[in-house]
Nanobody
């Protein structure tokens, strides 16, 4: 069993930056792939970014490429999402997720564990 706790959300002005963190329990964390998803009111959950166990293989949604960066620190059992040049359309609840596999995925149903989410609000 893996427990995930997200933090770092808040209210920020358009064009600003925010850094999300997700701390995970479990001795085999380094062997899992990690992902960030987001869900806005009235919309389905969407993939934002993913990272495989090595930390060098990453994937991003087209809407965030060039603005967001996912990284992980296996020694600290932590994954990060650096969010720059934020836009109002980035407003959503952001969820950290773990897939019990070294291979990544953008499909929510392939992830085994989820955090409770952290609210990100971008104002104009």
């Amino acid at each position: 069993q893996v427990q995930l706790v997200e933090s770092g959300g808040g209210l920020v002005q358009a064009g600003g930056s925010l850094r999300l963190s997700c701390v995970a329990s479990g001795r085999t964390f380094s062997g899992y792939s990690m992902g960030w998803f987001r869900q806005a009111p009235g919309k389905e959950r969407e993939f934002v970014a993913g990272i495989r166990r090595s930390g060098s293989d990453t994937d991003y949604a087209d809407s965030v490429k060039g603005r967001f960066t996912i990284s992980r620190d296996n020694a600290k059992n932590t994954v990060y999402l650096q969010m720059n040049s934020l836009k109002p359309e980035d407003t959503a609840v952001y969820y950290c997720a773990v897939r019990r596999s070294p291979y990544g995925s953008s499909w929510p149903k392939e992830y085994d564990y989820w955090g409770q989410g952290t609210q990100v609000t971008v104002s104009t």
